[in-house]
């Protein structure tokens, strides 16, 4: 797996529903975070945020893609978030 160029210092985050629901938690790596970030935080193009990532824009778009996915589960099913390094 190629070196990625995180933009934030890779700590262990958790977010949690006010009301827990007992469930296990959805688990996001630090790829996944930082490219959500680049893209909808900063507003960058996937392919300016490709290029700080020091990855293509394919594997830029499958970060997203899979962050996306999981934000809406935690979202949906109140389970936990967990950003890990």
């Known amino acids: 797996m190629k070196d990625r160029i995180l933009g934030v210092r890779p700590i262990r985050m958790m977010f949690s529903p006010a009301q827990p629901m007992n469930k296990d938690p959805v688990i996001m790596t630090m790829d996944e975070f930082e490219a959500y ?3 909808y935080y900063l507003g960058l193009t996937q392919e300016e945020a490709a290029r700080r990532m020091g990855v293509s824009r394919g594997t830029l778009w499958r970060c997203l893609d899979s962050a996306r996915k999981k934000i809406a589960q935690m979202l949906v ?3 936990p978030l967990i950003v890990s390094p």
């Open 37 to 39: 970030r680049l893209v």
């Open 77 to 79: 099913e109140g389970r």
